[in-house]
Structures are given as structure tokens and as C-alpha cells.
């Protein structure tokens, strides 16, 4: 039961959040635009900080000995890695992200037809470290560390590639 602890704590910090952006909807109505945008950027920070530590952690794995204590805690750490932080965090990105856009009229731009290019691939590679989270945890790794190594920079090519859009907007 203790081990559920963490994960119970950020359900119902989770279901908090997610009931005060859904207040402020209603309540503040048009106002609630920025608290919903400053929600967004939060949920995309603590996705990308995941999205970032998670293949570092699996480079780390990968030098450690199969059913060593240091294997078996990279395995606790990556689970909980992925359920407690990176999960909720790509939920909310995308509730919330697509909210913004249909609220800010910004669907029909072709710089976000971009960024959302990059944040469907973004999602995909999130699908892989969630495969390779399961693999880990099976000990049927099969990445060789040089890959890892070079995996864990495509989270922050494809953020550089998401700010620059949402932020300049070049077509």
C-alpha cells in the first residue's frame, strides 16, 4: 500500500488541477483563457522534464547488471517516471493545448498544423520510452547505450521545433 502512495497523491493533485481549470472555465469564462494557457505550459514543463530524464534513465539501466539493486531501482524509478509525471503531464498538454487552440481561433494556422506535427511525433516517442519501460522492467532491453544516448536528445530537437513555432509563428 505504501508504494501507491506516491501515485494516489498525484491522482488527487491531478483531479485537483484539473477541477480548478475546469472552474475557472466556467466561472471566469472568457478570462479563463491565460489560467488555461498558464495550465498548458505547466503540463508541458513537467512532460518534457520526464520526456528528458526518462532516457537518461534507461542509459543508466543499461550499464547496470540485470537483477542488481541498482537495476531493480531504475525500475521503480522509471515506472513511477512514466505513471506519475510523464502520463498526466501529456494528458493535460493535450486537453488543454487543443482548448487553446480552438478558444484562440489558431486551428486553422499553418504554423500550428506544424507544431502539431511535432507534438504527434512527441507523443509517438512517448509511446516508445512506455514500450521501453515495460521492456526494462521484463530485463528484454535489446537498445544498445549508444542508442539511448542519441534517443535522449530528440525530446529537446522537437521542443526547440515546437517553441519556435508557437512562438514566432512563421507562416
Known amino acids: 500500500m505504501s508504494g501507491e502512495n506516491p501515485a494516489v497523491r498525484a491522482a488527487l493533485a491531478l483531479a485537483g488541477t484539473g ?11 472568457d478570462g479563463a483563457y491565460l489560467w488555461i494557457k498558464a495550465g498548458h505550459v505547466i503540463a508541458v514543463i513537467s512532460w518534457m522534464a520526464g520526456m528528458l ?14 537483477g542488481s539493486e541498482l537495476s531493480e531501482t531504475l525500475k521503480v ?23 487553446l487552440a480552438w478558444r484562440g481561433g489558431f486551428h486553422m494556422a499553418g504554423w500550428f498544423h506544424a507544431k502539431l506535427a511535432l ?3 512527441l507523443s509517438g516517442f512517448h509511446g516508445y520510452l512506455s514500450a521501453s519501460v515495460r521492456r526494462f522492467a521484463e530485463d528484454a532491453n535489446t537498445v544498445p547505450v549508444r542508442r539511448w544516448r542519441l534517443l535522449n536528445e530528440a525530446p529537446a530537437v522537437l521542443m526547440i521545433g515546437i517553441v519556435i513555432l508557437v512562438i514566432v509563428k512563421p507562416f
Not at 19 to 29: M, P, S, Y
Not at 86 to 96: C, D, K, T
Request: some cysteine.
Open 19 to 29: 477541477l480548478v481549470l475546469a472552474l475557472a472555465i466556467l466561472v471566469v469564462g
Open 53 to 66: 530524464y526518462l532516457p537518461r534513465l534507461f542509459i543508466y539501466h543499461c550499464e547496470a547488471k540485470s
Open 77 to 99: 524509478m522509471e515506472r513511477r517516471l512514466l505513471r506519475i509525471i510523464i502520463n498526466p503531464a501529456m494528458g493535460f498538454s493535450w486537453a488543454l493545448g487543443l482548448w
Open 119 to 121: 507534438v504527434i511525433l
